[in-house]
């Protein structure tokens, strides 16, 4: 059980209720029948002192003659009584019971209420009831005798069920704290199943699975947080699969554009190369170059576009070898003449399993890159660590902003927004990224500690496993 979690949380606060409830109703009943019970031992004890003294009356003259407060003293002990009377300085009865008279049970008495009190005798709770005897004047008047009678008592039954009290108290509370973790496991389990079975479809929807659902039980909130997410959950789909199909035409018109594209450029292309062929001047000749430098960009565009719709297609595959990579890289400048422009260590020997097309793609898209957007030197550097090769290629250009360099790889985006047209179809990049993933590797743009655009290519030696 997770602390901190809801089903901790109800169990503590179920119990914290129930411990409170219980020991406020069980200490309120103990407290109140604690009360009742001295209170019913005190009246009774008294009722016994008074009935006692009363049949005593009348008591003889005053002082009292020898043997008087003995005889008063007998008549008030019994089997479960301890008596002592005083009358001044004389005294008749139980000594250890003079100890236990407290000085404000004797000023009570005095008073002329029937007083007592609850004291502790060597461990023994005891119950000192005290009242003081009149005699009646010829005229009926009452007066002080000057006699003060004592009588006590043990309260071990009392303490007993007192005792008994208190342990029963304590089974309630006991009982009512397991019977609240009962309650709360009950409640946390009907609460915490909707709230798990909707984790569990959150996660599912997040993890692609559009036909996640929760089964709808009751109709309480969480059964209305359930059907709004199923509401959500369907919403959701339709408009996925919406997008989905909206995706897969845009990427068959564009594929499908693209192929249909290839013929007239084919015818466009051979036209553009018998012009180049001619020595055209003047404004024919200017019309010339510029149809034949549109028509090649527009290829690499077609050509471009068809690969892309490749990759979205999930129809991209490689074609691995064994290939020295220094000689693919070293061959992929050389046809574009970038030889003498692009310095940087290209060691002999590195092998990998690599599809030479699509690093040739990945070297030319980087390099060209470079050279049309950074500034010389070009570097291309090659290295091998353990597993993986890496190619680095780096300029001194200003680098890229920060701001660009999430976006480095996304198609058609341009740094700059005033550069609506460039040498490049706009996919390059792309593409580059495109065919590092299809190997199995990463390909990042960084900026330079000295300045400068830095694309970092890493691939593994043996290629993405089959």
């Known amino acids: 059980m997770k602390l901190g979690g809801l089903r901790t949380r109800l169990l503590l606060a179920f119990s914290l209720l129930v411990v409170i409830t219980a020991a406020t109703v069980a200490g309120g009943n103990y407290v109140q029948s604690r009360t009742v019970i001295l209170q019913q031992a005190q009246d009774a004890t008294a009722r016994v002192l008074v009935d006692k003294a009363t049949a005593l009356y009348p008591l003889g003259p005053l002082p009292p003659a020898d043997g008087t407060l003995g005889r008063i003293s007998g008549e008030l002990s019994d089997r479960d009584l301890s008596s002592l009377v005083l009358y001044g300085d004389q005294a008749s009865g139980s000594g250890q019971l003079r100890s236990l008279i407290s000085p404000e049970l004797r000023e009570q008495v005095r008073a002329g209420n029937v007083a007592w009190q609850r004291v502790d005798s060597g461990g023994t709770p005891m119950l000192v009831v005290g009242t003081r005897f009149t005699v009646v004047l010829p005229g009926g008047q009452e007066r002080a005798s000057g006699i003060e009678a004592y009588i006590a008592r043990d309260m071990i039954p009392e303490a007993r069920s007192i005792d008994e009290l208190a342990t029963r108290a304590w089974l309630i509370?006991?009982?009512?704290?397991?019977?609240?973790?009962?309650l709360a496991l009950l409640a946390a389990r009907g609460v915490l199943r909707p709230v798990r079975d909707l984790g569990d479809a959150a996660r599912r929807l997040g993890a692609g699975d559009l036909r996640a659902r929760i089964n709808v039980r009751g109709t309480d909130e969480l059964a209305g947080v359930a059907r709004t997410f199923n509401e959500t959950a369907e919403a959701l789909e339709r408009h996925v699969e919406e997008l989905k199909r909206m995706e897969a035409d845009a990427r068959r018109f564009v594929a499908d554009v693209?192929?249909?594209?290839?013929?007239?450029?084919?015818?466009?292309?051979?036209?553009?190369?018998?012009?180049?062929?001619?020595?055209?001047s003047g404004d024919a000749g200017r019309a010339a170059r510029m149809t034949i430098e549109e028509t090649h960009h527009l290829t690499r565009l077609v050509n471009d576009l068809i690969e892309v719709s490749r990759f979205d297609a999930g129809a991209a595959a490689l074609a691995p070898e064994e290939v020295d990579v220094a000689e693919v890289v070293t061959a992929s400048l050389r046809i574009r003449g970038w030889s003498d422009e692009v310095e940087g260590d290209r060691p002999a020997g590195i092998h990998a399993m690599l599809d030479p097309r699509r690093l040739d793609v990945i070297v030319a898209n980087l390099v060209g890159n470079a050279l049309r957007h950074g500034e010389k030197p070009v570097s291309l550097r090659l290295s091998e660590t353990g597993e993986w090769i890496t190619?680095?290629?780096s300029d001194r250009g200003p680098g890229l902003a920060p701001e660009v360099l999430p976006h480095v790889f996304d198609r058609f985006y341009k740094a700059d927004s005033a550069r609506t047209r460039s040498g490049g179809s706009g996919l390059g990049l792309a593409i580059s990224w495109e065919n590092a993933r299809l190997h199995g590797g990463t390909l990042?743009?960084?900026?330079?500690?000295?300045?400068?655009?830095?694309f970092t290519l890493r691939l593994p030696r043996q290629g993405v496993a089959s």
């Not at 509370?173 to 009962?182: K, Q, T």
């Not at 553009?272 to 055209?280: K, R, Y």
């Open 173 to 182: 509370g006991g009982a009512a704290l397991v019977f609240a973790i009962g």
């Open 258 to 280: 693209s192929h249909e594209l290839r013929t007239p450029l084919a015818a466009m292309t051979a036209v553009a190369d018998v012009l180049e062929q001619e020595s055209l």
């Open 444 to 454: 990042i743009a960084a900026n330079g500690v000295d300045g400068g655009a830095v």
């Open 391 to 393: 190619l680095e290629v």
